[in-house]
């Protein structure tokens, strides 16, 4: 790690952030900043300009009005929404993993390791699941090793069961890397369970806090009526078996190697029903 | 002894066809995975514009064409940008006002009698040993540059916003494969005509598919199979007298259907994933 790692100062600094395209106001006057090692996750009704702002803060879109600071040294691993291969493009995922940068074999079947497809890297990317799809994403994201791990909807195409997995993985790679992730996501309860900070986004920044301030806050309340307030604490708990990539249920033996950990992960319970 | 071989039209015939093939099959796959069919259609076009400015100026006409060729590639990503006209819409605008403005304007040069159908359909058997060296030109500048520029817009391709927050400059990389198509257009009008010019990138492209497990593969086989067309095309149209460009087109045709009726088994594949 170098220096100027260790300091506190933000890994985004977004000030004033306005963005009008095609004479249509998306973002107004929105400021956000993204310590390190921390979980940020941008919410919002759809059409609230999440993704907009993604952009803005990537730098792929330039803003109108405002300017977006980015701490120097700064590495961002990205992982869009989600990416279709067209399938006449004879693609496997370890070609698609070194499309920017080369690395050897074992460097990558350790990353495919981490997020627990190490069995994909010679499949065709067309080939994968959705949620096959999301792990090789985000593979492909931490090769970079970031210190920034930008997440549009992260757990998009996921079933519910393997929506918490995701969540969890993503949590897990923040602990042991020490990286900030910057995440969008419509799906409430999963993810605010594992932010450090919450913005909810319309247009403008409603309110912005620790998750459980967010979630009382009136603002928030008006924008997602029928989220329940202390739902967000249900997921938090620690269980006895984990759901692995299909979705069947393993028992926890006491050392816990069954592939999960000590801590409580968000995970959802009620509607999950293990498939086969 | 070359130079013997070279005094036949024969040989320059098909030597022009094989080097004009060799980079416009590689460039194919690329149009191909990008869903440019038509956005090279429209580009192919425009080049009958670029060969009546070039007799207006007296320039070079590969040269004119190569120019006129970037200039409209460039309109079009602007105007595409602009969002108010679906694209397809604004191609078929394009693509036929190109052509027909083309047409106009290379009949209205005074004293100059420009056989049309040469331009349009090919004229493969005339071509001479100066317009072996401009094809020469032409297409290795192009492969040099897909060389150069395969990484970058192969990640282009896979993923346009991955790729520009992974630092690919993605302007400079359009502008290069905008650069390339024109490129090949020049160099190929002569081989198949304005007119056919897509077929010769995206139909051995599309054969070489089924042979192809990575994108190089797929790439270096749409060379070789567009050589391979060629060949045939030239030996069929001396055979049966039929025009060269269009008999090149039905042998890529032919090709493609007989790779697609194989069953799956029989097919080589080439090397591991």
């Known amino acids: 790690m170098s220096a100027p790692e260790s300091d506190h100062s933000p890994l985004l600094d977004a000030r004033d952030i306005?963005?009008?395209?095609?004479?249509?106001?998306?973002?107004?006057?929105?400021?956000?900043?993204?310590p390190p090692a921390e979980v940020a996750v941008v919410i919002g009704p759809n059409g609230a300009g999440k993704t907009s702002l993604l952009r803005v803060l990537l730098g792929l879109w330039q803003p109108t009005r405002g300017q977006v600071k980015r701490r120097r040294g700064l590495r961002i691993g990205y992982m869009p929404q989600r990416l279709q291969i067209e399938p006449v493009l004879p693609l496997s995922v370890r070609r698609f993993l070194?499309?920017?940068?080369?690395?050897?074999?074992?460097?990558?079947v350790a990353h495919l390791e981490r997020v627990g497809v190490p069995h994909l890297l010679d499949k065709p990317v067309q080939s994968l699941s959705g949620g096959e799809m999301q792990r090789v994403l985000l593979a492909r994201a931490l090769l970079n090793r970031p210190n920034l791990l930008v997440l549009d909807e992260p757990a998009q195409g996921v079933d519910i069961v393997g929506q918490g997995e995701v969540f969890r993985l993503i949590d897990d790679?923040?602990?042991?890397?020490?990286?900030?992730?910057l995440m969008v996501s419509h799906?409430?309860?999963l993810v605010m369970a594992g932010a450090d900070a919450v913005i909810c986004l319309n247009q403008h920044v409603c309110c912005t806090g620790?998750?459980?301030?967010?979630?009382?806050?009136?603002?928030?309340?008006?924008?997602?009526?029928?989220?329940?307030?202390?739902?967000?604490?249900?997921?938090?708990?620690?269980?006895?078996?984990?759901?692995?990539?299909?979705?069947?249920?393993?028992?926890?033996?006491?050392?816990?190697?069954?592939?999960?950990?000590?801590?409580?992960?968000?995970?959802?319970?009620?509607q999950g029903t293990p498939k086969r | 002894m070359i130079e013997a071989w070279l005094d036949d039209f024969l040989f320059r015939a098909v030597l022009a066809g094989l080097m004009v093939a060799a980079v416009a099959g590689p460039l194919g796959a690329f149009v191909v995975w990008r869903r440019m069919a038509y956005f090279g259609d429209t580009i192919s076009h425009s080049a009958l514009l670029g060969v009546a400015l070039g007799f207006l100026l007296g320039m070079n006409l590969?040269?004119?064409?190569?120019?006129v060729c970037v200039a409209i590639a460039v309109l079009l990503v602007i105007l595409q940008r602009r969002q108010e006209l679906a694209s397809d819409t604004l191609l078929g605008i394009l693509a036929h006002s190109a052509l027909s403005l083309g047409i106009v304007a290379v009949t209205f040069i005074e004293g100059l009698r420009v056989d049309l159908m040469a331009y349009l359909f090919g004229d493969i058997l005339a071509v001479g040993t100066s317009d072996l060296v401009a094809i020469a030109i032409g297409g290795g500048i192009a492969l040099l540059l897909l060389v150069l520029l395969w990484r970058p817009l192969l990640a282009l391709t896979v993923h346009e916003e991955?790729?520009?927050?992974?630092?690919?400059?993605?302007?400079?990389?359009?502008?290069?494969?905008?650069?390339?198509?024109?490129?090949?257009?020049a160099a190929a009008m002569q081989v198949v005509g304005v007119l056919l010019i897509t077929a010769l990138m995206i139909i051995p492209a599309a054969s070489a598919r089924r042979f192809a497990s990575t994108p190089e593969q797929m790439a270096f086989l749409a060379g070789v199979i567009g050589m391979l067309v060629v060949?045939?095309?030239?030996?069929?149209?001396?055979?049966?007298?039929?025009?060269?460009?269009?008999?090149i087109v039905v042998a890529a045709m032919l090709g493609f259907i007989l790779v697609h009726l194989l069953p799956a088994r029989l097919l080589p594949q080439f090397g591991g994933r």
């Open chain 1, 18 to 34: 306005s963005l009008e395209r095609g004479g249509k106001l998306i973002l107004d006057r929105v400021s956000v900043q993204i």
């Open chain 1, 98 to 108: 070194t499309l920017r940068q080369r690395a050897p074999r074992a460097e990558l």
């Open chain 1, 173 to 181: 790679i923040r602990r042991e890397t020490g990286c900030g992730v």
């Open chain 1, 187 to 189: 799906d409430l309860h």
């Open chain 1, 210 to 270: 620790r998750p459980e301030e967010v979630s009382r806050h009136p603002e928030y309340q008006r924008l997602f009526p029928t989220a329940d307030v202390q739902g967000i604490g249900i997921y938090k708990h620690d269980h006895n078996h984990v759901h692995d990539l299909h979705g069947e249920v393993h028992d926890l033996d006491e050392n816990g190697t069954g592939g999960s950990h000590g801590c409580g992960h968000a995970h959802h319970h009620g």
């Open chain 2, 62 to 67: 590969n040269l004119m064409v190569t120019i």
């Open chain 2, 162 to 185: 991955l790729a520009r927050v992974e630092g690919v400059p993605v302007l400079a990389v359009r502008l290069g494969l905008m650069l390339l198509i024109a490129l090949v257009i």
């Open chain 2, 231 to 247: 060949i045939a095309g030239v030996w069929g149209s001396f055979q049966y007298d039929t025009p060269t460009g269009p008999t």
